[in-house]
């Protein structure tokens, strides 16, 4: 709790994730003024402030950064380059841990933007933080201490789990499966849902079942100390209507299509990145 109460937190660019993480943080019992929010939109922080009790904001990045523990950067990718160059001096000043959420981005960058010396996170978060249930991916430069990896994790377990990476090329494949991934589960909701109502069921009902399916199939898999291949075993009786529909997947070549979109996303993100290094 000492630490806790000794973490003063910057919040810089206030969009989805900086909410779900403040969200996450007062959920945690941070204190709220041990969070600063800086952002350009003037009418954002005037909402946040009527909202949230004891928040401090800032249209300055560098208050927002003042005698900050952590400064995490919610920002576009575009434009971190640009806020890295107003607040490296304050950050190397005071040794704040910068953690970037910023796709794409890598640590080379960072540093190169700010200082090889200034300890640095890379996270790749997804949208369920939103709601507590995030996969929270994070990899750290040479300079980050034990000290500095447990501040990180202890801010990114307040949205969801987290997962330290040892090699920094694993980010690729972590925003293709975790970051993208949401997308893909969706799409593959969706169509059963769809497809629900093309065999005529009702829009409500086909809706419900396929949402409380989705959710209940997670949640049990995530608590089951049996393998995904076990679960689905378990459902599959001989002869019945899960093998049946599962047979049209097979034959679909599922794994074929699952190693095509993560291959394609991973690339992208390969790219991606490219291109941010090329700039």
Request: aromatic letters at 4%; glycine letters at 6%; a neutral charge.
């Amino acid at each position: 709790m000492t630490a806790r109460k000794n973490t003063r937190i910057a919040l810089i660019g206030y969009g989805n994730i900086a909410h779900s993480l403040l969200k996450g943080l007062l959920a945690a019992d941070y204190e709220a003024d041990s969070i600063r929010v800086s952002d350009s939109a003037a009418a954002k922080l005037k909402d946040l402030k009527q909202e949230t009790k004891g928040i401090r904001t800032f249209a300055s990045n560098l208050q927002a950064i003042e005698d900050a523990t952590s400064a995490i950067l919610c920002v576009k990718p575009d434009v971190v380059q640009a806020v890295c160059a107003e607040i490296k001096d304050t950050l190397m000043r005071q040794s704040t841990v910068l953690v970037s959420v910023a796709a794409g981005v890598s640590v080379d960058l960072l540093e190169r933007w700010t200082a090889q010396t200034l300890p640095i996170v890379r996270c790749m978060p997804n949208t369920p933080v939103a709601v507590g249930c995030g996969m929270i991916a994070l990899y750290a430069n040479p300079c980050v201490t034990a000290e500095h990896k447990k501040l990180a994790e202890d801010i990114f377990s307040t949205v969801g789990s987290t997962v330290w990476l040892e090699d920094e090329k694993d980010m690729h494949i972590v925003t293709a499966l975790s970051g993208s991934g949401p997308a893909y589960f969706f799409r593959f909701t969706e169509a059963f849902e769809k497809a629900a109502k093309d065999l005529a069921c009702p829009p409500h009902l086909a809706r419900e079942l396929a949402m409380q399916t989705l959710y209940g199939a997670g949640k049990l898999a995530l608590q089951s100390r049996s393998d995904i291949a076990t679960l689905r075993e378990q459902i599959t009786s001989k002869g019945g209507t899960t093998e049946r529909g599962l047979q049209v997947l097979e034959q679909a070549d599922i794994d074929k299509i699952a190693r095509s979109v993560l291959k394609a996303a991973s690339l992208r993100s390969v790219e991606i990145t490219q291109q941010l290094e090329d700039t």
